[in-house]
């Protein structure tokens, strides 16, 4: 479970903050509107050494973006 906050959303990215279970720090992911995937700027020191939680963390990003949809918070969640 990643949860997620809007940091800055300009006309040309989109910087979103997430935190893995919702602890530790933040880490980044930023996307610039037009591409085709979301870009891990740091990872959260609640993250494994591969990113995972990141990695998921990008795929929702991209999602937003591709929706045109930027909540301010919200909480992915997997099964």
Not at 18 to 37: A, C, K, L, T, V
């Amino acid at each position: 479970m990643n949860k997620l906050e809007l940091k800055e959303a300009t006309q040309t990215h989109v910087v979103y903050l997430y935190r893995p279970e919702g602890r530790g720090s933040y880490g980044e992911i930023r996307m610039n509107i037009g591409d085709d995937e979301a870009v891990v700027l740091s990872l959260s020191d609640g993250d494994s050494g591969a990113g995972r939680y990141a990695y998921k963390a990008a795929k929702a990003v991209k999602e937003c973006v591709d929706r045109r949809n930027l909540p301010l918070e919200f909480t992915q969640a997997w099964y």
